[in-house]
């Protein structure tokens, strides 16, 4: 087996040194009725050829992005990868190296995620940023935990056009601790509305969670928001999942949010049917004894030169046990690689022509699908690259049979909030040309006709 | 390790200065000496009322934390704001400028529970063992 | 090469600045095709407060200038491509390429989680399949691929036990946890709001039924126990233990980090637990990657499948579907299905292995770590002298006579060309080196690394002063993180 490389000469001297029979021999600490009789029941194991073969060929029972023309996003976005980002990403020394312990010798990746948090704190408008947590709706779940921490109030407030997926994980971290957590009401056009946020927030009020662009793609009044909630002693949450948006946007920590969280897949990371993606998580230097996640800072070392070193440990799992900001152990570090590539590529002018190309993509598909009889845009307060369609009739079925013509079509946002029924989120990106939009156009005419 | 005499200790090595019905914090030498290079100090606010045992701050060097436990219960008079800044103080001079609260006390019989310099040392050393 | 060298130490290492002092204002390193439709000013339609008015601190550098750049900082990394990593309980074997290369097809990495089910019909039965292999291998009924990462998995677990508690009328408020756990398991504890009880380890490294018996009451949710441990010794009184938790009314978590030494050997389900994690990065290959991302898949008995996370991945007569429809689900833990591309490399490498290959992978990895304790304990000191499985402990005992330290010894490993252990770990081993060799290691790494150490523990007595002030070789001596804690910085300034 070419990833065992004892022979069999080899395994005898070896057993001869340690002064048992056979490896076998060395299991007897196991209790005889504790062991396994028989082989596990697997599939017979495939050489290199037919591993490839076969991994290909169910691999070519999906449709993906590329055989079908997608306008998907709802969290998940289709942008281009630059070539150079696997280039780096697959490079032994970065793929197959440890969580940086050993600063010495870990002076590449302690870098990397240097730069990282510096982008990430830019583009974020925030002090400092970690090296990256799970995914974005962990890490908003985190940030409310933080946010709880700090005020040691006891609720949070999130848009009830927060990703329905974000707020389920934010249920899930807080639903076994004494913490409540309340929505906040949409007004018609699909931005928060403000004066059911002022009547919620009460002195109980940790932080007030806002995604924008929000799950439906509406960009939010940030600056009033965070002015609600700091004006009652609360803390402000920013979020996002479509990260390009902040190419073009104002970053939430010009408005004053306490921390910014969001998904970061879209700078330089695969679909991969949602996953491995970071989560990416900014703050203020005041709170970062109450961050989670891992830290790179800038150091000496003995000879006076410059080297990186993972920093307040002391607020870890392996060193605080229970008492730490959070259980995460890892962070996303090839993800955050492959964004702090794809960032250094794009560069500040790159990042913002790339926003504003699907800023106008995104507006000349709606152009052209609310032309259509019957279709309008739900929500008319401005978008980034994705918007929710009011079609007539039931989005599933609509969207199965545009799939049947090539196209997927968009997300069913039916259950995502009251008033939904007929609403199908679309997005447009640089990946989808003009003449797939035309074509979509077309489809959806035809299905409707 | 140096233990003053004058001083009373705990066993989660602190160490307490009298004064009447005042007391001053600190921790001793020999916590100074396990933690190394302390890098951050918390403290608490002054006013807040604690009680004996609970936990009035944190210590720490860059590989391990320590809570700090109330040795005596009272009033907080003052804190010791330098250290925030500057928590090396701590490890240069840990019972003079690296005192950390300085509490009024309101139940002056827990004075009774804690250590002369000879057990505290006893205890130091038992430890080390 | 024979075992009287070392792999070898130095190279050319170039010095390189950080990103933002590299490049030039307008240089350009993105390829943008040019907009197929009108460019819309974003001005015109959103009101300017709501608009980036300065851009982003982000480098303007060439394609070569960043290739060069990362390139040049990888090579300050150590990494299994480059060395061995005797770093115990992480289990840093072999990340077949084969994976790299499946996980990276269009039809695994390009698939959207919001497509119709109807268009991913090969993804899910790939999921559904690694689902019944790990159950197979763990010996569980049933299991989720959603947590992100094994600490996830203990949170998503931990989740499980207390909604079945709940629903059984109450969810109880402790969890016990040996004195030799990793520290995520009391930080999970604490993240499902259960307070953590520590059990004492026995003379003998591991957990006695006595110690159990004693904290073991009716407040108690579940023992979270790792076998084997991460002294590297097989908990022989598992079932044992196991009894007395369920006659009580608790449950048995099994902490899957070390599954890496009995696979096809023994399964944990047999032994009495009833939820388990995988850290799919250690037993099957899934790369590090300096960090992450890892997968926390959690696999469970009969009684809690009702509870796991969704979504789970069912068989239909003639097709796979996401089963959301589980009201006592503990619900999601993070968005989408989990880090499917970690589901792709795994379920690779238990195609490439079958039964027997796996069965071998704990037969030699367990070899590979006697070995290193048999020769390795005639220089430092073992804490526990017995068979270990995967991996086991040293100490600096003999060495600190001299006044070596662990830290010092783990330092001075760097010099010779290797990834020092996993030190000041289990914390019940005072200046712990935990050592875990993995089965990818072939006789004569392992043989040049013994006579590495064994030049350091000559060392220690004859020059102290050299292994105190290790490493020498690397790009950058020791680094002083005190400096670094007492004025922080996080993120690049440019000067003046």
């Avoid at chain 1, 407030?157 to 949409?186: C, G, M, W």
């Avoid at chain 2, 109330?70 to 090396?88: A, F, M, Q, R, Y």
């Avoid at chain 3, 995967?390 to 010092?408: M, P, R, W």
Wanted: aromatic share 8%; net charge negative; charged share 20%.
């Amino acid at each position: 087996m070419r990833y065992l490389p004892q022979t069999p000469e080899e395994i005898k001297k070896m057993c001869a040194a340690v002064g048992v029979s056979s490896p076998d021999a060395l299991f007897d600490v196991i209790p005889q009725n504790l062991r396994l009789q028989q082989d596990l029941d697997l599939p017979a194991p495939l050489a290199e050829a037919p591993l490839l073969a076969h991994l290909k060929g169910l691999g070519r029972v999906n449709a993906n992005v590329d055989s079908m023309a997608a306008f998907l996003g709802g969290g998940a976005y289709h942008h281009y990868i630059p070539v150079l980002v696997s280039t780096l990403t697959s490079r032994g020394e970065y793929l197959t190296s440890y969580t940086p312990y050993q600063p010495e010798i870990s002076q590449g990746t302690l870098q990397a995620i240097f730069e990282f948090q510096t982008m990430i704190a830019s583009l974020t408008g925030m002090d400092l940023a970690n090296a990256s947590n799970y995914d974005g709706a962990s890490a908003l779940a985190e940030a409310a935990l933080m946010a709880l921490r700090i005020t040691r109030r006891q609720k949070i407030l999130v848009s009830t056009a927060t990703n329905p997926q974000y707020r389920e994980v934010l249920h899930t971290y807080l639903k076994n601790r004494d913490f409540e957590i309340e929505e906040i009401a949409l007004q018609p056009d699909g931005r928060v509305d403000l004066s059911d946020l002022q009547s919620r927030l009460k002195g109980d009020v940790a932080a007030v969670c806002l995604q924008s662009p929000n799950a439906f793609g509406v960009i939010e009044a940030t600056q009033a928001v965070a002015q609600l909630a700091h004006d009652n002693g609360s803390l402000m949450v920013g979020c996002f999942s479509e990260a390009l948006s902040l190419g073009l946007l104002k970053p939430f920590g010009e408005v004053g949010a306490d921390i910014v969280v969001g998904e970061g897949q879209s700078f330089g990371n695969f679909l991969n049917l949602g996953g491995p993606y970071l989560g990416l998580f900014a703050t203020k230097e005041k709170y970062v004894r109450q961050m989670p996640g891992r830290l790179v800072g800038e150091t000496l070392d003995a000879n006076g030169k410059r080297g990186f070193v993972l920093v307040l440990s002391t607020r870890e799992q392996h060193i605080r046990r229970e008492k730490a900001t959070s259980n995460i152990c890892t962070n996303q570090g090839l993800c955050a690689l492959a964004t702090v590539v794809y960032l250094s590529l794009m560069g500040p002018k790159g990042l913002e022509r790339l926003a504003q190309i699907n800023f106008s993509y995104a507006r000349f598909l709606r152009d052209q699908l609310t032309a259509i009889p019957g279709v309008t845009l739900k929500f008319t307060a401005p978008h980034f690259n994705e918007f929710v369609l009011q079609v007539p009739g039931e989005p599933k079925a609509l969207l199965a049979e545009l799939a049947a013509k090539g196209i997927l079509g968009g997300v069913d946002v039916s259950q995502w909030a009251p008033g939904l029924e007929n609403g199908i989120l679309v997005c447009a990106t640089e990946m989808n040309t003009k003449d797939q939009m035309e074509q979509y156009a077309q489809a959806l005419r035809e299905v409707l006709a | 390790m140096n233990c003053p005499k004058d001083l009373k200790y705990t066993s989660e090595h602190e160490w307490v200065s009298l004064d009447g019905n005042t007391a001053l914090v600190g921790i001793t030498d020999y916590a100074q000496d396990q933690l190394g290079d302390i890098v951050f100090v918390e403290l608490p606010e002054e006013e807040e009322t604690i009680d004996q045992g609970d936990t009035f701050g944190v210590v720490e060097s860059t590989k391990s934390v320590s809570d700090l436990y109330v040795p005596l219960s009272g009033k907080i008079l003052e804190t010791n704001d330098p250290l925030l800044d500057n928590p090396g103080i701590l490890n240069e001079d840990p019972y003079g400028d690296g005192w950390m609260i300085k509490v009024e006390l309101s139940n002056p019989d827990e004075i009774k529970e804690l250590l002369e310099a000879e057990a505290y040392e006893q205890l130091i050393k038992e430890e080390g063992a | 090469m024979t075992a009287r060298e070392g792999p070898g130490k130095r190279g050319m290492i170039f010095a390189e600045p950080t990103i933002f002092e590299r490049g030039a204002p307008g240089r350009e390193g993105f390829s943008l095709a040019q907009s197929e439709v009108p460019l819309h000013d974003p001005a015109k339609e959103i009101d300017a407060s709501l608009l980036r008015s300065e851009a982003a601190l982000l480098p303007e550098v060439s394609e070569l200038d960043v290739l060069r750049h990362f390139t040049r900082l990888s090579q300050w990394n150590y990494s299994i491509d480059t060395g061995f990593y005797p770093l115990g309980s992480c289990t840093m074997k072999y990340n077949p390429r084969v994976n790299e290369e499946v996980a990276r097809m269009s039809g695994w990495a390009k698939l959207h989680p919001h497509q119709p089910q109807s268009t991913l019909q090969g993804a899910l039965e790939l999921m559904y399949l690694l689902q019944k292999f790990l159950a197979q291998i763990s010996g569980m009924d049933a299991a989720s691929l959603q947590p992100a990462a094994g600490a996830q998995g203990e949170f998503a677990g931990l989740l499980m036990i207390r909604a079945y508690l709940q629903d059984q009328g109450n969810a109880r408020t402790k969890v016990l946890i040996p004195d030799s756990a990793h520290g995520t398991n009391p930080a999970s504890c604490a993240a499902c709001g259960y307070e953590v009880v520590t059990l004492k380890s026995g003379a003998q490294g591991i957990l006695t039924p006595e110690v159990v018996a004693q904290a073991m009451d009716e407040e108690v949710a579940a023992l979270m126990i790792t076998n084997p441990n991460t002294l590297g010794l097989f908990e022989t009184h598992m079932a044992e233990i196991a009894k007395i938790v369920h006659d009580k009314g608790g449950l048995v978590y099994c902490d899957g980090a070390n599954l890496n030494a009995i696979v096809g050997k023994a399964r944990v389900g047999d032994m009495g637990v009833d939820v388990l994690h995988f850290n799919l990065h250690k037993t099957f290959t899934t790369p590090h990657g300096g960090g992450g991302p890892g997968a926390g898949p959690v696999a469970v008995k009969k009684i809690l499948e009702p509870y796991l996370p969704n979504p789970v991945v069912m068989r239909r007569e003639d097709s796979f579907a996401f089963d959301f429809d589980r009201p006592k689900s503990v619900g999601r833990v993070k968005a989408f299905y989990g880090n499917f591309g970690m589901f792709v490399r795994a379920y690779t490498y238990i195609r490439e292995m079958g039964a027997v290959g796996l069965r071998e992978v704990a037969e030699r990895a367990v070899l590979n770590a006697n070995y290193l304790r048999k020769k390795l304990e005639k220089f430092f000191h073992l804490a526990y002298p017995q068979t270990c499985m995967h991996e086991c402990v040293f100490s600096d005992k003999k060495q600190s006579a001299y006044g070596i330290k662990t830290l010092n010894i783990a330092k001075r490993m760097m010099d010779y060309g290797y990834h020092p252990p996993t030190i000041y770990f289990p914390l019940i081993v005072a200046g712990a080196m935990m050592m875990e060799p993995t089965e990818t290691e072939s006789l004569q790494t392992l043989d040049r690394f013994i006579w590495s150490m064994e030049q350091i523990a000559k060392e220690c007595e004859t020059s102290p002063e050299t292994v105190k002030a290790a490493p020498h070789v690397p790009k950058v001596r020791r680094l002083d993180e005190v400096k670094a804690a007492r004025e922080p910085k996080y993120i690049y300034k440019a000067k003046g």
